[in-house]
């Protein structure tokens, strides 16, 4: 004699053998709701700042650098170059 048909969803998904708690695979999920072009002009736009934030920092410490050498070049010349 077979089973008797379950009587709700999650019956029906373990008698199918199916996890009803785990994650759906949202790709096969025809409604879902996915990003649209506002969300990515957003994203791109935060990290173009973030980088941007990045250069400018690197940027200063190079010309700190250049600025050190430039006056310990001078110093040198001054003092040693006689």
């Known amino acids: 004699m077979p089973d008797a048909p379950p009587h709700s969803k999650r019956a ?3 008698h199918a053998g ?3 708690k785990r994650p759906r695979d949202m ?3 025809k409604g879902y709701d ?3 072009e506002s969300e990515v002009f957003k994203h ?3 990290m173009a700042a973030k980088n941007l934030r ?3 920092k690197i940027t200063q410490y190079v010309l700190y650098a250049i600025a050190a ?3 310990a070049a001078c110093v ?3 003092f040693f170059d006689k």
Do not use: G, P, R
């Open 44 to 46: 791109k736009s935060l």
């Open 18 to 20: 199916l996890d009803s």
């Open 12 to 14: 029906a998904a373990a």
């Open 69 to 71: 050498f430039i006056v």
């Open 54 to 56: 990045k250069f400018a």
């Open 76 to 78: 040198f010349a001054y």
């Open 27 to 29: 790709s096969k999920n």
């Open 34 to 36: 996915t990003t649209d």
